[in-house]
């Protein structure tokens, strides 16, 4: 396994629910996210886009049984101090986006992982 460098991502707070863009420094197949305690419970989703600057899309897997289309977002918490490991395909750019806005701004962590 082949990890990248530790990134920090902040999420604003109220009415800011998406971080910057976030370089990876390289195309990943997974992404390690170490997430803060949260205000209002939320999800985290992620998005990626092929170039930096791009346009960020929700990233999503395909079920190779059923086909179904299955998002990359976490379940719904309050909870700090967890890792939380999400496959992203191949993408070196993303971010991160909650579900509902914080009353305070939110750090989170994340660190591309590969084979």
Known sequence: MITGQWKTVTIGATPATTSAEVDLGRQYETVMVV??????????????????????????????ITGDNLQVI???FTTANFTWIAPIGAI???KLVLSAAQAAEKTFYVCGVRS
Do not use: E, R
Request: aromatic letters at 6%.
């Open 35 to 64: 997430c803060p305690a949260l205000t209002t419970s939320a999800t985290v989703a992620i998005q990626g886009a092929v170039a930096t600057g791009g346009t960020f899309q929700n990233i999503h897997l395909t079920d190779p």
């Open 74 to 76: 976490s379940a719904a």
């Open 92 to 94: 070196q750019y993303i």
